[in-house]
Structures are given as structure tokens and as C-alpha cells.
């Protein structure tokens, strides 16, 4: 290693303070905007100075993928020779591979093989459809990095260590004491989960796994704390952890995907895990943990809409009531950034999200007498170039795990990046007026555009749905992009109108036969014309409440809720009262 005056100009050269960059939980939505706030992080060169990644949900399945590629890069090249192209050219490799592996429809292939179904049935113990899934994001997203892993080959997290080209010691190369002296960082990754067991934060890295002790406050905190555990003091057969089983952990969303398992680490308990999300879905809190003084951070996590009208059954009061208080954890984590940030804790914050530039005015009540008139904006595109429309429906795009379109995912991307740059663009205006030399970050703010998968679709983003039969197309695809199934009903007319015709022929059918059949009795004293008669009576004395059907996704929620609960109360209190009578 070099001394004195040399180090000295080597560090100075690397820049001051410790980077991270979080990525949020948010499905792959979350990864496909990622990608193009990544972009624009590569254009300015800031992935280069990033010493710490903390992912949550799908944030960490694109943050791993970009790892391994960071990964390679550094242990294939020597320090001075790592540019700023090198991290542009990996940005671009992922949108490619990335979007190319989700059209494949990761998650149903987790039902493709009988022998896989059987093992989550019957036969693996702790084996569940969430471990199938993080095998699949090795097999289908990961082995895409070329570095040389052989195909068939389990992904372990030791296997995450970096070796850099350039150290005389690589296998023991710790980016914590050396890293100051490197220009293109070593980072240090965090993949995030929750464990149901404590509530805790839980944390994957390349060297251990369990609940870190620096985020828990014991004096309002009782819970235990299931230790941090490095990996050879593991049991033997934990050793190895698989790197997509801590992935899958990540973004193993509550009530869709199965708990993931974690089995003979601690005595008389099982650790089941479950979305890094529900305890901190912007991945915040590890870097912190990390000890960083700049924060970039991608949140493009489900934010909470408004609701006119809520439901008023148990069940979605209690939906709604969890949903509101993930948004407040959202709110007060980022209150605590800006904290950090005025009292000079963190010396940078870049923060974005997909709701930039959409705020609403406050709402009058019935017969104000000084009603607020809302100021309107300027032009109906944001500062960053997207239809405020537009961006509504791009920050509405369903939180899943299923297929996106090239449209949807371009989309994410654009947005992405269009926000990033434009905050960049803002932070570097503040940098100046507080009388601050050089460029925010000591990054390339003002660099050149280069070109992205997404570019063609920016002229569209900025115009108004209803501009061109271009922008119809795409307001109509990002529309139903929100939608889990049926997509294709709103999108293809030839499905709407061949749907007419068979219900047009099953109702002339049953016409029919209804004709044929009028005087044929079906019950005693009663014919099929009798029957159909006391139908249509009925119908009428119905007709006013089945109006609220017009809405029908919501009223079969409520109908369905409404009749378990009465169900189970009904079960419930006969067999209480049996058992009371059968007591006494």
C-alpha cells in the first residue's frame, strides 16, 4: 500500500464523505424506475463514489443484479481504469437482461414444475413457494451477469465479498478501512427484510445475517433481539446461505407470498421473515447503520391515494388503517433525513420518488364562505418533462411481481430518470446559493444525456393524453397499468366485442329455451314461465339496492366480507352455546 504524501493526494482525490444509495420496496415497478434514476446516476458519475447499497423488496432484486455486475467490474479491472462509461455500460446491460427476465413471468413459474410443487407441498421441511422464488431469481435474472459462475450453481452470500483486481491482499480486502482510497468505491450490501418473530429489522450482508443492534431503542424496545450471526459460526448447513433466499426474504410481500423460513439458528425458535418493506420501505435505516454522510434515494414505493368514500366493514377499516400507518412511518423517516440534514449529520440528501410535483389543494367543506382557490400550475407538465396525468398513472402502476410491457417499464424508467435529473438540477441551485464552490457532490450535474432504452418515449410523457393517437395509445396502456389482471379486456377491442357477441348468443339461447319451456313445470304448481315471472317481481323489489352493483369489484368485496363475518359469528356463537349447555 502507498504512504504518505501519495496517500494523502489519493484520498483527497476520491472526494469527502461516505455515500449510500437506497432503493426502495415497491415490487417491479420499484426496480423498473430505479433503473432510470440509476441512469442518471451513472451519467453524473455518482454510482462510482457509492460505498453502501441498502435495498428493500424490489429494490433488492435489481440492487443485487446491480451488485454482482459492480462486482465483476472491479475484480476484472484495476482501479485507474474503471471511468465513468463502465458503470453506463452496466446500467444499460441490466435494462435489457432486467426487463427480458420479468416478461418470462418469474413469479407463475414458481407453479411450472410438478416436482417443486410437490417439495412446497409435502416433502421440504421449512420449504416454501418464497424459496422457489428467490431459486428463480438466481436462475432467471442473476446467471445473466457474465462472471463466470457456472450455471447450475447455488448463489451463496459469502460469495458477494469483493476481491479487487488491484489489492496485494484481495481475499481479505475490507471496504470499511480501505475504501478511502479507492476512486470506484467497494460497496458494502444490505439487503432488508422484517422479522415477524421481534418486528425487527433484519439485514442480509456478504458476511452475516440477523437484526442489527444500532436499530433497535431498548427503552421503549422489550423484544429480544435475534443476533447478528456471521456466517461461518453458522450451523453447517446455513453456512451457505443462498444469495435468492435473502432476496426472497426481501421482498416477500405479507398475505401474497409465503413467510420465508430460517430453521435451526436459534433454540426453540424459528425466524420467519417477511417484507424488508413493513419495517422500512426506503432502506434508510441501514445506511444510517452504515454510517453515511450522503444519501441518495430512490422511493418508489406504493404511496397512499385518497379514498372519497372508505369502507366501512371491519376488514377494510383495518386495510386502510395499516395502509395509512405505512405511509406515516414513510413520512416520519423522512422527517428524521431532513433532521439529520439541517443539523449537519448528513452533509447531502437526494431523495426522489413518483409523486413528484403532484400536490393537491386543501378541500372546502359544503357552503365555505371563503373558499381557497387552488393556484394552477404553470403548464400542465411538471419541471421534469412528464403530463402531470401521465405521472399520476405512472405512480399508480400495480406494486407486483408479474410481467410489465416494454411500455410500462420505459415508462418507470423515464419517469425515473426525468425526476432524478431534475433534482440534481435543483440541489446544484441550492449548492450555489449558500455560497458553495464546485458542483453538488463534486458529480458531473450538468453531464451530457446519453441514450436509454426509454428515450423514444420522453416526447410522449410531456404531452397531454388526448394530444395525438400516440398519446391516446399510451394513456390508455399506463391506465390499465394499475390493473393485476384483465389488462388485455381494456386494451384489445377485439376481445371486448367478441365477449358481446358470446353473451349475445348465450342470452338468445337461454331465450330459447326459456320460449320452448314456458309452460313445462318444474316444481310442483309451479311452471318455468311462473317461476320466471316471481323472478322479474322480485328483481323489481330488488332493483333499487342492486344499482350500487354498478360497481361491482367493490360491492362483491363488501358482500363477501359482510357474509363471512356473519358466518363465522353465527358458528362461533352455536357452538359457544352447545358448549355452555354441554358444561352445565
Not at 446467471?143 to 496485494?168: C, F, I, W
Not at 478511502?180 to 442480509?204: C, I
Not at 357552503?367 to 393556484?375: G, R, S, W
Not at 464546485?438 to 404531452?463: C, H, K, M, N
Request: overall charge negative; aromatic content about 8%; proline content about 4%.
Amino acid at each position: 500500500m502507498v504512504v504518505g504524501k501519495e496517500n494523502a493526494l489519493r484520498a483527497f482525490a476520491t472526494g469527502t464523505g461516505k455515500v449510500e444509495l437506497a432503493l426502495s420496496g415497491g415490487g417491479f415497478r420499484a426496480s423498473f424506475f430505479d433503473l432510470g434514476v440509476m441512469a442518471r446516476l451513472a451519467e453524473i458519475d455518482a454510482l462510482r463514489s457509492v460505498e453502501a447499497l441498502s435495498t428493500v423488496s424490489g429494490g433488492s432484486i435489481l440492487g443485487v443484479y446491480y451488485y454482482l455486475e459492480v462486482q465483476n467490474l472491479l475484480q476484472t479491472k484495476l482501479d485507474n481504469e474503471i471511468t465513468r462509461e463502465d458503470y453506463i455500460d452496466i446500467i444499460r446491460r441490466i435494462q435489457e437482461k432486467f426487463l427480458e427476465s420479468v416478461q418470462t413471468n418469474i413469479r407463475m413459474k414458481t407453479f411450472a414444475r410438478l416436482k417443486d410443487n410437490l417439495d412446497v407441498l409435502f416433502r421440504k421441511k421449512h420449504y416454501s413457494r418464497s424459496h422457489r422464488l428467490g431459486e428463480l431469481y438466481e436462475s432467471e435474472l442473476y446467471q445473466k451477469v457474465n462472471d463466470g459462475h457456472a450455471y447450475d450453481s447455488p448463489r451463496t452470500m459469502a460469495e458477494l465479498l469483493v476481491q479487487p483486481k488491484d489489492e496485494s491482499d484481495a481475499a481479505s480486502f475490507k471496504p470499511k478501512f480501505s475504501n478511502w482510497l479507492r476512486r470506484a468505491k467497494v460497496p458494502v450490501l444490505v439487503l432488508n427484510s422484517t422479522s415477524l418473530n421481534s418486528g425487527h429489522n433484519w439485514q442480509f450482508t456478504a458476511r452475516s445475517m440477523g437484526e442489527p443492534p444500532s436499530l433497535i431503542e431498548e427503552e421503549i424496545d422489550a423484544n429480544e433481539r435475534y443476533r447478528r450471526m456471521y456466517y461461518e459460526d453458522a450451523p453447517e448447513d446455513l453456512q451457505k446461505y443462498r444469495l435468492g433466499y435473502a432476496v426472497a426474504a426481501s421482498a416477500c410481500v405479507p398475505g401474497l407470498l409465503e413467510p420465508l423460513t430460517i430453521s435451526g439458528l436459534y433454540r426453540d425458535r424459528i425466524v420467519r421473515l417477511v417484507d424488508g418493506g413493513v419495517h422500512d420501505n426506503q432502506g434508510v435505516a441501514g445506511l444510517l447503520d452504515e454510517g453515511c454522510t450522503r444519501i441518495l434515494c430512490s422511493d418508489a414505493s406504493g404511496q397512499m391515494n385518497d379514498v372519497h368514500n372508505p369502507s366501512d366493514t371491519p376488514v377494510g377499516a383495518v386495510l386502510r388503517a395499516n395502509r395509512i400507518l405505512q405511509d406515516r412511518v414513510r413520512e416520519a423517516e423522512y422527517l428524521d433525513l431532513l433532521n439529520r440534514l439541517d443539523s449537519h449529520a448528513l452533509n447531502g440528501l437526494f431523495f426522489v420518488h413518483t409523486k413528484k410535483e403532484l400536490e393537491t389543494a386543501p378541500l372546502d367543506w359544503v357552503n365555505c364562505q371563503d373558499p381557497q382557490i387552488p393556484a394552477k400550475p404553470v403548464s400542465n407538465v411538471t419541471s421534469y418533462g412528464v403530463d402531470r396525468e401521465l405521472q399520476k398513472k405512472i405512480a399508480g402502476m400495480r406494486t407486483d411481481l408479474d410481467v410489465f410491457t416494454e411500455v410500462e417499464a420505459y415508462a418507470l424508467m423515464a419517469s425515473g430518470y426525468r425526476i432524478a435529473k431534475r433534482e440534481f438540477e435543483l440541489l446544484q441551485e441550492q449548492h450555489r446559493k449558500e455560497g458553495n464552490h464546485g458542483t453538488w457532490g463534486s458529480y458531473q450535474i450538468d453531464a451530457a444525456e446519453v441514450e436509454w432504452s426509454f428515450r423514444p418515449l420522453e416526447p410522449l410523457l410531456a404531452l397531454q393524453p388526448d394530444t395525438n393517437a400516440q398519446s391516446k395509445d399510451l394513456n390508455l396502456q399506463l391506465h390499465v397499468a394499475r390493473k393485476l389482471f384483465f389488462k388485455a379486456w381494456d386494451l384489445i377491442l377485439v376481445y371486448k366485442i367478441l365477449a358481446a357477441l358470446t353473451g349475445m348468443l348465450v342470452l338468445v339461447g337461454l331465450g330459447i329455451l326459456i320460449v320452448l319451456a314456458w309452460d313445462t313445470t318444474v316444481i310442483p304448481a309451479f311452471s318455468v314461465g311462473a317461476l320466471i315471472t316471481l323472478s322479474i317481481m322480485a328483481l323489481i323489489g330488488f332493483l333499487l339496492p342492486i344499482s350500487r352493483w354498478l360497481s361491482p369489484g367493490d360491492e362483491a368485496k363488501s358482500a363477501l366480507l359482510k357474509f363471512a363475518i356473519a358466518a363465522i359469528g353465527y358458528i362461533l356463537a352455536t357452538s359457544t352455546s352447545t358448549w355452555l349447555i354441554d358444561g352445565f
